[in-house]
Nanobody
Framework: QVRLVESGGGAVQAGGSLRLSCAAS????????MGWFRQAPGREREFVAA???????????YYADSVKGRFAISRDNAKNTVYLQMSILNPEDTAVYSC????????????????????WGKGTLVTVSS
């Protein structure tokens, strides 16, 4: 069982930055692929970014086209934490951001979605004003 707790959300003006954190409890954090997803009011959940499982702190990274070049995902396996650094935020980034973990997660390059999530956090709200 893995418990995920997000933090770092808040209100920011357009053009600003935020860093989200997702702390994981449980063992073997490095064996999980980690993803960030978001859901805006009235919209379906969408993929944001992911980082594959890896023995070190690296791993392959994947991004939605809408955030590529503005967001960066990273992980610190010693701290059981994954981060999402968000820059050049715009009002369309307003959403509840949730992290997820999956032992057998994979990125589909055609659908550009990260599948195979086993555990989800409750999310943290990011509000970007114009």
């Amino acid at each position: 069982q893995v418990r995920l707790v997000e933090s770092g959300g808040g209100a920011v003006q357009a053009g600003g930055s935020l860093r989200l954190s997702c702390a994981a409890s449980g063992r073997d954090f490095s064996t999980y692929g980690m993803g960030w997803f978001r859901q805006a009011p009235g919209r379906e959940r969408e993929f944001v970014a992911a980082i594959s499982r890896n023995g070190g702190n690296g791993g392959s990274t994947y991004y939605a086209d809408s955030v590529k070049g503005r967001f960066a995902i990273s992980r610190d396996n010693a701290k059981n934490t994954v981060y999402l650094q968000m820059s050049i935020l715009n009002p369309e980034d307003t959403a509840v951001y949730s992290c997820a973990a999956g032992r057998a997660a994979w990125f589909d390059s055609e659908t550009r979605y990260y599948y195979g999530m086993d555990y989800w956090g409750k999310g943290t709200l990011v509000t970007v004003s114009s």
